[in-house]
Structures are given as structure tokens and as C-alpha cells.
């Protein structure tokens, strides 16, 4: 899971064996950037949506994920020359592994000596890093890295409870677990992030700056059931577990052992509320509030994506 909102993904967002695609670009108003723009971690949660987004401002979109048709590999730089070629700027996602800071340097330094200007990286927030330990190693890489950057340091995602199988498939049994216990949390949506991402991959006025983004609310996940109840007119309760018990059960649901104890601490720094506070990257960047999690639950609920009684919302 990676630690702003991605769960049962491959590690490093882009994926160790992804690929390329590219779309064409016509200038937008607002942007400064003319060069392709490289998206790391294309297919997933808020890569998609930066390519998206940029596709739509009229950008030429280079797309690195396992699915596209030339490969791209983490774990091999023979592979990192052909995404980089005639790039101006790229996003970047930090899989917070213990081997990923070396390859980020690498790839960061690669990339400014192939004519990369700008380095957008997805990170986390600070409440991460226990005091007295230094930043997380991948912003350190490319804050490093000669390159104009930006670092963007999200809370959890809206989108985990939708798109996320294992936690989807919790909201449509009618019950979500987790060993979060009473903590609360700032989600946001993916959409906003990957907005903010756009600004500074195509805008002036992001070189140097880290963002801390949330949503527009603390949220428990008591809380987060009652919307998604109202939104779709089906009971959905809440069950806390202690961590012990909550490994037992995200086993019993085929959750893969390595994955069971990073959840674990995942849940347990919301328990003891490390990320109970609001920030103002969103508003600062993009000059409007962050998206509303009840707005995302009452679209999310008319898609179906739970399952029937999508948008029947209940007093």
C-alpha cells in the first residue's frame, strides 16, 4: 500500500516492468511547458489522472506503466533512456522502499542530463518520518537532483474505498475492517492531487516548493460509512481490529503476507492520529477548496462501483 492510498499495487508506482505511450499536444494558455511530459505510475491512482488532466490541457503525454507497449523497468537502466528522450518534465511516485532511493537518484540525475527541467514526485507526508530522522530518501534524490522540483506530500485518498479491490470489497460486504481504531483522517481526493501535479509539471511558480495536501475534513472511519450509507442507501458498518487480529483477517482475505504488516503500520500511525491535521497545498496551488469526500461518495455510489442502490441517498 503505498503510503497516500494505493493498496495491492506493485511497490514502485510505475511498476518494475512497465511502458511507454505518447499523445500529441497543442499549447494551453496557462502553460509554460512544451516538451512531452514523462507520467510515472500511468495506470495507477493519481498517475492516470495526471496524464488525464494533462491530455486534456492539450499536453503530449508520455505514459511509463506495465501496460503500455515499450517497456520501462525500475530495475533496469537500460530501459530509462527511451522514456527520458525530448522530455521537459516528469512525475515521479516514491514507493518509500528501502532500495527506491538509489534508483530515484539515479533516474532523477538521468533525467536532468537528458534536458528534464522539471521533477514533480509524489511522496507522503511528513508525519511519516519519525522525529529526528531525515526527510524520505527519494525527496531527498531529486530535491538534489539540478532539477526546478516539486514535492507533493499527500494524505490518504478518497479513491481507495473505490477503487482499491480489497477495500472495495469490504464497502460492498457491508462491513469495513481496518485497526485504524477511533483515528481520523484528512482524505482526499486523487483528482485534486493530480491537479496540483499538472500546476507544477506545466506553471511557473512551483521550483522549490513541497505540498502538503488534504482534503477539506478529518475523518474517522465511523464517519466514512455514514456517507457511504447515506450515498448509497446500503448499510455499510465499521469493525476495528487490533493489529493482531487485523493481520489474521487481511490473510483470511488474501491480502499477501508482505503486505499484512505494512497495512498494519499504515493504520496504526491514523489510530494514533499522526495525520490529524488540515493543510493548505490545494487552496495555495490551485486557489480552491479541496474537493469534499461526500461529493465523491454520492458520484461514486451513482457509478455503482458498490454494487446496487448506487445514488439513493438516505435522509
Not at 510505475?14 to 494551453?28: E, I, Q, R, V, Y
Request: hydrophobic content about 35%; proline content about 5%; glycine content about 12%.
Amino acid at each position: 500500500m503505498y503510503l497516500s492510498g494505493t493498496t495491492m499495487s506493485r511497490p514502485n508506482g510505475a511498476g518494475l516492468t512497465g511502458h511507454m505511450t505518447t499523445t500529441k499536444k497543442n499549447d494551453a494558455a496557462n502553460d509554460t511547458t512544451t516538451k512531452p511530459i514523462l507520467v510515472l505510475g500511468s495506470t495507477g491512482k493519481t498517475g492516470s489522472r495526471v496524464a488525464a488532466q494533462l491530455r486534456r490541457r492539450g499536453h503530449e503525454v508520455r505514459g511509463a506503466s506495465r501496460k503500455a507497449p515499450v517497456p520501462f523497468d525500475w530495475n533496469d537502466e537500460n530501459t530509462w533512456e527511451q522514456v527520458l528522450e525530448g522530455v521537459g518534465a516528469a512525475y515521479l511516485v516514491d514507493s518509500q522502499l528501502p532500495d527506491a532511493a538509489e534508483s530515484m537518484r539515479s533516474f532523477s540525475e538521468l533525467a536532468v542530463a537528458r534536458g528534464v527541467e522539471r521533477l514533480v514526485l509524489l511522496s507522503a507526508r511528513d508525519w511519516v518520518v519519525p522525529e529526528g530522522e531525515e526527510k524520505l530518501p527519494c525527496e531527498r534524490a531529486v530535491r538534489e537532483s539540478g532539477a526546478r522540483w516539486t514535492i507533493l506530500k499527500p494524505s490518504w485518498f478518497f479513491q481507495n474505498f473505490g477503487e482499491d479491490p480489497f477495500m472495495r470489497a469490504q464497502v460492498q460486504a457491508g462491513e469495513v475492517v481496518t485497526s485504524t481504531g477511533d483515528g481520523v483522517e484528512p482524505f482526499i481526493d486523487a483528482e485534486d492531487i493530480a491537479a496540483v501535479a499538472v500546476a507544477a509539471l506545466t506553471e511557473e511558480g512551483h521550483g522549490g516548493q513541497a505540498y502538503e495536501l488534504t482534503g477539506p475534513r478529518l475523518l474517522s472511519l465511523d464517519s466514512v460509512v455514514d456517507e457511504i450509507t447515506r450515498a448509497t442507501g446500503r448499510t455499510v458498518t465499521y469493525r476495528p481490529l487490533p493489529p493482531e487480529e487485523f493481520a489474521t483477517y487481511a490473510g483470511g482475505h488474501g491480502v499477501p503476507e508482505e503486505f499484512v504488516g505494512l497495512l498494519n503500520m499504515l493504520y496504526g500511525w491514523i489510530a494514533e492520529n499522526r495525520f490529524a491535521t488540515l493543510a493548505d497545498g490545494v487552496q495555495r496551488v490551485l486557489g480552491r477548496e479541496p474537493r469534499d469526500f461526500g461529493d465523491y461518495v454520492r458520484t461514486a455510489a451513482a457509478s455503482g462501483v458498490w454494487g446496487g442502490g448506487g445514488g439513493v441517498e438516505r435522509p
